[in-house]
């Protein structure tokens, strides 16, 4: 039984059979550092016999520093007037290019004086203004071939063997150039001459290129899965149509001076603006207030005073913070009921009347004995019918007595019953404490 292959087997089979099948993505290419041995691809029937199409780029426009635009300003040996690419432009945007109004950029390098932001140092040491300067671009059609170490070919496994679009800057194309200049049509596919670019890192990468020596003596005869997917990727609309791709880069002269007044959105990285803002500083899509990243950010506050301040919002969003079980608070103790004093017998004995209610259990206070004295049983305790005049009369939180009790008299002499009832009274209390001495 075969071995089931894993899935990056499977990702990896896939993808070659797409390389194989579609000739590659045509994406750019980007040379190692080293020597890289290419195979350049011929020149196809537009090209007139030049395996390399020309424009010239501004990088660096917009006011972050970001930006690119092709230069409008043609020159002499510039492929964009050319009618070909005026075509597919056309074709693209369903608008001719209109070439008349010139270069805005070229037109704001050329202020006297210059505007003192572009006399600012940028990027590798030289003014704003001179990075944004026009510099030529040479596009090529290319198959990385492998590495040329101890002056033997490396070659790179099939699937990497596919065509690209080489995007050379003056020294790599001029050392290009120069090969094909000595060697003659290097790009013949049944005798061809591989193309040795060296990419050395210095003070500044420097590019230089020569013929592989072995290709010199014994041209080579490209193999025919190559071959064919060369033939594919140069038809028209394909990945090495390279007027195609010159013209998808063109942009109309309002939006270059659209990219070069354009003002940093509230939604735009804070890292193109070069103040050590991360690239996804203010964008809400991307700020998630517990996400580890974010809370370790050094921008995390000013992050989320952006974020809030695009989705309208007063504050920043909070942390969430951990719930955390709250102690329950201790329960208060309700305050014991205070005892109200009970109004004397009207026949001036201790005994209850029948319609008395009966006496209520001591409490703790009144139940409170010396050491050593044995307590009372509660129904033989007669302190239970002494009215508590200390705790009770002053008590404000006492019910007021009925007001029955406070009307005057019939016969009129309140003062003399008043007292008489206060006489009497006091001496019932002098009485229950004798007795209870006594026991």
Same mark, same amino acid.
């Given at each position: ?311 309208? +919002?007063?504050? %920043?969003? $909070?942390?969430? &913070?951990? !719930? @955390?079980? *709250? /102690?329950?608070?201790? #329960? ?23 319609? +008395?209610?009966? %006496?209520? $259990?001591?409490? &703790?206070? !009144? @139940?409170? *004995? /010396?050491?050593?004295? #044995? ?23 006492? +019910? ?40």
């Amino acid at each position: 039984m075969a071995k089931r292959k894993s899935a990056m087997d499977r990702f990896r089979d896939r993808r070659r059979k797409s390389k194989a099948t579609y000739g590659g993505g045509g994406d750019f290419f980007k040379p190692e550092f080293g020597h890289t041995a290419l195979l350049i691809c011929p020149p196809t029937d537009e090209m007139e016999g030049c395996c390399y199409a020309e424009i010239e780029q501004h990088f660096g426009i917009s006011p972050t520093g970001g930006g690119m635009a092709v230069c409008l300003n043609p020159n002499d040996s510039s492929d964009l007037d050319a009618d070909v690419v005026l075509r597919k432009y056309k074709e693209r945007t369903k608008e001719a290019l209109d070439l008349s109004g010139g270069c805005p950029v070229c037109e704001r390098l050329e202020q006297d004086p210059l505007p003192p932001e572009l006399l600012q140092i940028g990027k590798f040491g030289n003014t704003v203004a001179e990075n944004m300067a026009a510099k030529g671009s040479w596009y090529f059609g290319v198959v990385p071939m492998g590495m040329i170490r101890g002056g033997e070919l490396h070659p790179f496994a099939d699937f990497e063997r596919v065509p690209r679009v080489y995007p050379a800057g003056y020294e790599a194309w001029d050392a290009i150039c120069d090969v094909i200049d000595l060697h003659g049509e290097v790009w013949d596919l049944d005798a061809a001459c591989l193309v040795v670019l060296t990419k050395d890192k210095g003070t500044r990468i420097k590019y230089s290129a020569s013929a592989f020596a072995d290709t010199v003596k014994s041209p080579l005869r490209v193999p025919k899965p190559i071959r064919f997917a060369i033939s594919k990727a140069q038809k028209p609309g394909g990945d090495l149509d390279l007027f195609r791709i010159i013209a998808g880069m063109i942009k109309s002269r309002e939006d270059v001076v659209s990219i070069m007044t354009a003002t940093e959105s509230s939604s735009a990285p804070a890292g193109d603006a070069g103040d050590g803002r991360p690239p996804c500083f203010g964008i809400s899509e991307q700020y998630e207030v517990d996400d580890p990243d974010c809370k370790d950010c050094s921008s995390y506050e000013d992050c989320g005073a952006r974020v809030a301040e695009q989705n309208g +919002d007063d504050e %920043p969003p $909070k942390k969430k &913070r951990g !719930t @955390k079980k *709250k /102690k329950a608070a201790p #329960k208060k103790k309700a305050a014991p009921k205070k005892k109200e004093p009970e109004p004397p017998d009207d026949d001036g004995d201790d005994e209850p009347e029948e319609d +008395d209610p009966p %006496p209520k $259990k001591a409490t &703790r206070r !009144t @139940k409170t *004995k /010396k050491r050593g004295v #044995k307590p009372e049983p509660p129904e033989d305790d007669d302190e239970d019918d002494i009215p508590d005049f200390e705790s009770g009369m002053d008590d404000e939180d006492d +019910d007021p007595p009925d007001d029955d009790e406070n009307e005057p008299d019939d016969d009129g002499d309140d003062d003399a019953s008043d007292d008489e009832e206060i006489d009497d009274f006091e001496a019932q209390l002098r009485d229950k404490r004798k007795r209870k001495k006594g026991k």
